[in-house]
């Protein structure tokens, strides 16, 4: 396999080579000659960082080789996830199993599921990746002129994609009951649970797509074009999404305006403890700080007045474009509130997942487990910094958002942790995803490598998916019992 991908790279080095050799000669011919849209993986993080990882650590190059082998290309995804090898190689696993090994749904079906999911939020990258994927396995193109061009059976599971993606506390037992018991198309417990954890892989997904400013790769839809270079260098939908890079003394003054952050965040994490140790608050204080924080959640705005350019039309994937969470917070709507300690990833989730789709609950548990671990104990430029507390309160603040309340969490410490920008940032890139631009990734946290962006966004993912399956499992459980 090394070997092969060895040759591969040599053949595609000569391919450039010679592709140079004969451009002019096929423009003098009248040829169109396609450019790449995009500089590089993403439009938030240069290049040369992102390329860098791979030369720098041979366990990364070896991930992308592997990667490489299995699917026959690299992704964008893989190559920004790049930054943290130990999480990609758990991500690429499941993922791997989730659509590729054995399970309850044939192939055409999961990624037609995967198709449905990224569509929800837009996510026009991951929709063209799954369509090739699609059509490779063997789907019917039929499938893709609509929703309502797919059998009964998949189309009976939009309202549950729609739901999941937007507001997962509305799940109930009767959604669950309608899937399984259809007179005619109905699923299978073991079906409807891949089912789910696709939609769920694919949402948060999604989230980190927009999140990290992804970019098509040269050959995908939206990723290149034929037109010749600007004077600029600027594709006209990065400068409407905000994501031109013609603003570096913008940059170099915001820089110095907040050039102290790093240290003011180690202090409030410092005296937070200081504060633990000392005293705790009561479960009602608790449960009263908790509820504060579930509503000034729902009131920090995304980016709504954004305008968001799509390279290809999604919407036809699923119904009832209107829907999303931007309407329950307009409405005022209530999140009730669920308490893990009633039912748990841990104790609940996880089980019922392995009893159904085997081995499906242990990938996700690790998974899940290297997101939130994951630490080098740095900051910026500090280095044996305990980020722990940190992680915890990004994590709980996206779950509290979903109305997830953790008995032993003190919610106050957010608003100490996470600032107002980097909030709309999480609010943005969980609830609208497709909102995300390049200024609102620079806004937050600006002292901080790109490396660690990236890790927020696997934060962000993780807790986004797990918050979506905690909802779906416990219906499921309803239902069960």
């Given at each position: 396999?090394l ?7 040599r053949?595609?080095e000569?391919?450039?080579?010679l592709?140079?050799?004969v451009?002019?000669c096929l423009?003098?011919l009248?040829?169109s000659i396609?450019r ?10 240069p290049e040369?960082?992102i390329?860098?990882v791979s030369k ?12 490489f ?7 964008n ?11 990609l190689?758990?991500?690429l696993r ?10 309850p749904?044939?192939?055409h079906y ?10 929800r939020h ?14 490779q396995?063997?789907?019917?193109p039929?499938?893709l002129?609509?929703l309502d061009?797919?059998?009964?059976k998949l189309?009976a599971l ?6 999941l993606?937007?507001?997962p ?11 399984l018991k ?7 417990l ?5 089912a789910?954890?696709?939609l ?11 999140g ?8 995908s ?7 010749p270079?600007?004077l600029s260098q ?11 890079h013609?603003n570096d003394?913008e940059?170099?003054?915001?820089s ?7 240290e003011?965040?180690i202090?409030?994490m410092k ?5 633990r ?13 908790f509820e504060?924080?579930?509503t ?6 995304t ?6 350019v799509?390279?290809r039309d ?6 009832d ?5 931007k309407?329950?917070?307009r409405?005022?709507e209530h999140?009730?509130?669920f308490?893990v ?11 019922l997942?392995?009893r ?11 998974k899940f487990?290297?997101?939130y ?12 910094v305990?980020?722990?507390m940190?992680r915890r ?6 779950h509290c958002?979903?109305g ?5 969490y ?6 100490q942790l996470?600032?107002?920008s ?6 943005t ?11 609102m990734?620079?806004?937050f946290?600006r002292?901080?490598q790109?490396?660690?962006k990236?890790h927020?966004n696997?934060?962000?993912?993780e807790a ?9 499992l ?5 239902y069960?019992?």
């Amino acid at each position: 396999v090394l070997l092969d991908t060895v040759l591969w790279l040599r053949a595609k080095e000569l391919q450039c080579s010679l592709f140079f050799c004969v451009q002019p000669c096929l423009r003098d011919l009248g040829v169109s000659i396609p450019r790449p849209l995009g500089n590089g993986p993403s439009r938030f993080i240069p290049e040369k960082e992102i390329l860098q990882v791979s030369k720098v650590d041979p366990r990364v190059q070896s991930i992308f080789e592997d990667a490489f082998a299995a699917l026959g290309r690299l992704d964008n995804i893989s190559l920004v996830m790049g930054f943290h090898p130990q999480y990609l190689e758990s991500f690429l696993r499941t993922q791997h199993y989730l659509l590729q090994m054995d399970g309850p749904l044939s192939l055409h079906y999961r990624h037609y599921i995967g198709i449905m999911a990224a569509a929800r939020h837009q996510c026009s990258y991951l929709v063209n990746l799954h369509v090739n994927d699609f059509l490779q396995v063997g789907g019917d193109p039929k499938w893709l002129n609509g929703l309502d061009g797919a059998p009964q059976k998949l189309q009976a599971l939009g309202e549950l994609n729609k739901i999941l993606a937007h507001r997962p506390w509305l799940l109930t037992k009767a959604h669950i009951e309608h899937l399984l018991k259809a007179e005619e198309h109905s699923w299978s417990l073991a079906e409807l649970i891949h089912a789910v954890v696709l939609l769920t892989h694919y949402h948060s997904l999604a989230s980190f797509t927009f999140g990290c400013g992804i970019t098509p790769e040269i050959h995908s839809d939206g990723g290149h074009t034929f037109r010749p270079v600007s004077l600029s260098q600027y594709c006209v939908c990065d400068i409407a999404n905000g994501n031109g890079h013609g603003n570096d003394l913008e940059e170099r003054r915001g820089s110095h305006q907040v050039s102290g952050e790093v240290e003011v965040l180690i202090e409030r994490m410092k005296q937070l403890q200081e504060c633990r140790d000392e005293e705790e608050a009561s479960q009602e204080e608790m449960a009263t700080r908790f509820e504060r924080e579930k509503t000034e959640s729902m009131l920090v705005a995304t980016a709504e007045d954004e305008e968001c350019v799509q390279s290809r039309d999604v919407s036809r994937h699923f119904e009832d474009p209107s829907y999303g969470y931007k309407d329950f917070s307009r409405r005022g709507e209530h999140v009730p509130t669920f308490r893990v300690q009633d039912y748990s990833w841990e104790d609940h989730g996880y089980s019922l997942v392995n009893r159904l789709y085997p081995d499906v609950g242990q990938l996700l548990d690790e998974k899940f487990q290297m997101a939130y671990n994951l630490t080098y104990n740095t900051m910026a430029m500090h280095k044996d910094v305990d980020t722990s507390m940190l992680r915890r309160a990004i994590w709980n603040y996206i779950h509290c958002m979903f109305g997830i309340r953790y008995d032993d969490y003190d919610y106050g410490e957010i608003n100490q942790l996470l600032d107002r920008s980097f909030k709309v940032y999480i609010k943005t890139m969980v609830c609208s995803p497709e909102k995300t631009t390049k200024r609102m990734y620079e806004s937050f946290w600006r002292q901080f490598q790109h490396s660690e962006k990236v890790h927020v966004n696997l934060l962000l993912m993780e807790a986004r998916m797990q918050a979506e399956l905690l909802y779906a499992l416990r219906a499921i459980t309803c239902y069960m019992t």
